[in-house]
C-alpha cells in the first residue's frame, strides 16, 4: 500500500524528481539512489517511518511546551501541566493514549488539548510524504530532519511570537552537513541558501525599519529563512518568500475581516487574564547602531561593526520612563511570519517538481526551477 509506487498521490509526488533542473544539471533532490527494495520491504519500511513520524512527534510535543519557557526537554519526565501527574509509559503512547483517556488527565480529569495528536499525525504525515517525495535516498534524511524542525518552530511562533534560536541556529548548521554527503556542489548551494537567505531578509529587516519606522520583521525570521536555505538550497528562496507573503497575506485579511485581527492574540500579562483587549499607544521607537555611541574607542568601533550590521536588534528595544524594557505586545493585525515560511518551505520541498510542471514558465524560479 505504502511503498508500491502507485496511486493517486503519485500524481502529485514522484520520488526523487528534481527540485528543478537546467539542461540537465543535477539539483537539489537529484541525488536519488533509487534503490530497488522488495515491494514488502519497502511498505514495512514506509509503515515503520510513519510510526516513527508519530513518535517524534509525541517528542516534539515536549519542545513546544518546554523551550519557550528556558526548561529542559529532558527532565522532568512528562507530565499534565495541570495537577503535575506524571505520564506512566501507557499514557504517552502516540494518538492512542489520547483517544483511550478520551482526551483527559488521568489523574485530575482536565482536557488535554487536541494540539498533542495533532502534532503527532501532522509529523506521521509529513514523514509519509516526505517517503513520496523522495524515495530511500539520502534526500529523505534531509527532509525528516527539516520536518523536524519546522513543526516545533511553526506551533511556538503561532502561540509565543519566537522562533527560538536553539532551534534555528542547530538547523542551519544541519542543513549545511546534510549536504555534504551529495558533493561539493549541494554544499555551496546549501551555504549560498543559508548566507543569502539571511542577508536578504536582515536587508528587508533595516529597510523596513527605514521606511515604516518600526519593526518590519521578527528578529527570529532571518534565522528561519537561513536555515530553509540551508536544506533547499538559493534557488529556493524565491518560491519562498513568494508563497509566504501571499499566503500569509490573504489569509491575514480574510481573518480581520472575519475576527477583527490577524495573528492569535498574545500571552496577558500576570494578573490581567480575561480583561479585554485595547489599543495602547506603541512606544517610540529608535534606532542607534552600538557602533556610534559616544565614548568608545576607535577599535572597539570598527570591532562592533560587523555584529552591529548582521545582528544588532533592528529598532532598539523600546523602554518605558524608568528605562526597562517593554514587553512586545502584537496588534489587531500583526501576524507571525514563521508559520507561512515554513509552510512555503514544505510546499517548495513536497510540491516543488509538481508546480513546476503546472506553472506557466515564467514563474518557474519560484519553485527552483531555473528556464
Known sequence: MFGSGQGWIDKFWHPAT???????????????????????????????????????????NVVIARVPHGESIVRPRSRCPKCGHTLAWYENIPLVSWL??????????????????????????????????????????????????????????????????????????????LAVPRGGEAVRDAALGAGVGFLAFRLMEYLGWKLFRKEALGGGDKYLVAMLGAFLSWKALLGILFLSSL????????????????????????????????????????????????????????????WCLLFQPIPDEPKDEEGEEVDWVPGKTNIPFGPWLALAGLEIMLLGPWLARVLPPQFAMLVGTLP
Open 18 to 60: 528534481n527540485l528543478g533542473t537546467r539542461g540537465g544539471e543535477a539539483s537539489l533532490a537529484s541525488y536519488a539512489m533509487d534503490p530497488e527494495l522488495p515491494p514488502f520491504l519497502s511498505s514495512v519500511v514506509t509503515v515503520w517511518l510513519f510510526v516513527l513520524g508519530l513518535c517524534i512527534g509525541s517528542f516534539l
Open 247 to 306: 499566503q500569509g497575506a490573504v489569509v491575514g485579511v480574510l481573518l480581520i475581516a472575519l475576527t477583527g485581527r490577524a495573528g492569535p492574540r498574545s500571552e496577558a500579562p500576570p494578573g490581567k487574564e480575561g480583561a479585554p483587549e485595547k489599543d495602547t499607544p506603541e512606544p517610540e521607537l529608535t534606532m542607534t547602531w552600538e557602533f556610534t555611541r559616544p565614548g568608545r574607542p576607535l577599535w572597539r568601533r570598527l570591532a562592533l561593526v560587523p
Open 100 to 177: 483511550a483517556l478520551r482526551a483527559r488527565c488521568r489523574g485530575c480529569k482536565a482536557p488535554i488539548s487536541v494540539r498533542y495528536p495533532l502534532v503527532e499525525l501532522l509529523v506521521g504525515l509529513l514523514f509519509l510524504a516526505c517517503v513520496r517525495r523522495f524515495d530511500f535516498s539520502w534526500e529523505l534524511v534531509s527532509g525528516l530532519v527539516l520536518v523536524t524542525l519546522l513543526v516545533p518552530l511553526t506551533f511556538i511562533d503561532l502561540e509565543h511570537w519566537i522562533l527560538p534560536f536553539s532551534l534555528t541556529v542547530p538547523g542551519i548548521i544541519a542543513g549545511v552537513a
